[in-house]
């Protein structure tokens, strides 16, 4: 009996152990996703952030070579020259042998030099300043439209998931009002028609909820592409856009005054601007003369006839040169300034154009929060009024003064009421993010924490 009762004890312990494990595996592959989660880890997993990042990287490497070039240099160069027959030059009737046979000659020079004064590298100097800053700001767009694309698919997720609710409780309702359709029939209360009726109401929803189902599925796979992880994981996200519903009004209201200073896009054309006047200035710099220091410390071994070095005898110099060099004419300069001259020119005028679109665009996104924003109010008055002409027309229906179109009709309204107030809090939610793409708000970007 004791062997019984243990043996059975085990079976429930191995059992419980096997359930535990199980549901933890499970788990491991449900991820429960926040806005804030969502947009942390696309950040850290989306390959062109890392590739921006890295730009940033090769930018300051360039940085680095442009100061560099102010430091002194040191090189070192050697010849060895193998004579087998020397030249013979003759002159006024006498020979001179220019060198000895079957011997090597070797030399050796070191030299160092150091730019004294080079406007050309300072000038680059500035310029990869600039371009540094400019691959930050290409970094920072790249999370501005990560951020972006992630926060409208992760509201549609959230819009396909109400969506599939509200019809699968229109799909709830049409079934009661076929039970309660099939009942009167049965008991001679109302007509086949109507019992058709609910029955066609009925069956029409199904390929809608499947429809809407999938709906769900497919946005949650657009969100995970963007973040970046298993398309296998599970992810849930919990809430409805009813939940967004508060902050729309305070929101819409604030939105009026903007201003275009922090626009990605805006701050990059000023940023190739500034590079175009720096090298502008660069090719100017080509006209001013340069001076350079240099020291150079050589030594040299004539005619010898053995490969024993250490036996040569070696001749030493060192001198000390300062250089100028000064441009006199180069057709060329004068040809690259126009042409960059020319290019700041088209700039000039293509920031000018993309300032008015943007500020098109920003005034679209604006007016298109307030529009939803008022709807959303209109829709949810609308909700309460289909709800209370679904229950109105149930009533009659039920004291045989109402009609089966009329109980149709209702639940249509009620279900169409709560797809256009989720849809229109959807669509503020997306003018909302692509208002902070323009404008290049950075509270919706996660800190690194790097």
């Known amino acids: 009996m004791k062997r019984y009762l243990l043996r059975k004890t085990g079976i429930l ?37 890392k590739v921006a990042e890295q730009q940033i990287e090769v930018k300051k490497i360039s940085k680095d070579e442009a ?3 102010l430091l002194p240099s040191a090189d070192f160069s050697g010849t060895v020259q193998y004579t087998v027959l020397a030249a013979v030059m003759k002159l006024n009737g006498m020979e001179f042998k220019m060198g000895q046979d079957n011997t090597s000659t070797w030399n050796g020079q070191i ?9 050309t590298v300072y000038s680059t100097m500035n310029m990869t ?45 049409a079934e009661k009002n076929f039970n309660v359709v099939k009942s009167l029939y049965e008991l001679g209360g109302t007509s086949e028609y109507d019992k058709i009726s609910a029955e066609v109401q009925l069956r029409s929803l199904n390929p809608t909820v499947i429809q809407a189902r999938n709906a769900v599925t497919l946005a949650k796979l657009q969100l995970m592409v963007l973040m970046g992880i298993d398309p296998e994981t599970e992810i849930v996200i919990e809430g409805s856009l009813e939940d967004y519903e508060d902050q729309l009004y305070g929101e819409a209201l604030q939105a009026g005054n903007f201003s275009l200073e922090n626009n990605t896009n805006m701050r990059q054309l000023k940023l190739n601007e500034t590079m175009l006047n720096q090298t502008l200035k ?6 001013m003369p340069t001076l350079a220091l240099a020291g150079t410390y050589a030594f040299q071994s004539l005619y010898n006839d053995n490969w024993n070095v250490f036996d040569y005898t070696w001749a030493k110099s060192s001198s000390i040169v300062l250089s100028l060099s000064v441009p006199i004419f180069r057709m060329g300069n004068f040809t690259k300034l126009r042409s960059t001259k020319l290019q700041i020119s088209q700039l000039s005028e293509n920031i000018g154009y993309t300032e008015k679109q943007l500020n098109i665009q920003a005034r679209s996104y604006i007016d ?35 009609t089966i179109l ?10 169409q009421a709560k797809l256009t107030y989720s849809q229109s809090i959807y669509n503020y939610l997306a003018a909302k993010a692509d208002l902070d793409k323009v404008l290049g708000n950075e509270d919706n970007i996660p800190v690194s924490e790097n």
């Open 282 to 287: 660069v090719q100017k710099m080509n006209f």
């Open 13 to 49: 312990i191995a059992a419980v152990m096997l359930a535990v494990t199980v549901n933890a595996q499970e788990s491991d592959n449900v991820l429960k996703l926040t806005l804030d989660d969502a947009l942390k880890i696309a950040v850290s997993e989306n390959p062109t952030i």
């Open 129 to 173: 300043k600039t371009d540094l800053d400019n691959a930050y700001e290409q970094s920072r767009s790249s999370k501005l439209d990560l951020v972006n694309q992630v926060t409208k698919a992760y509201y549609q997720v959230i819009l396909a998931q109400d969506s599939y609710d509200v019809l699968c409780k229109s799909l709830e309702q």
């Open 111 to 119: 030299q160092v030099s150091l730019p004294i004064f080079a406007p």
């Open 368 to 402: 298109n929060m307030k529009a939803n924003a008022e709807q959303v109010a209109s829709n949810r008055e609308a909700i309460e009024q289909a709800e209370k002409g679904r229950e109105i027309a149930s009533k009659r229906y039920e004291i045989g003064k109402g």
């Open 406 to 415: 009329e109980l149709n009709n209702s639940e249509v309204s009620l279900t």
């Open 67 to 69: 100061w560099q070039a």
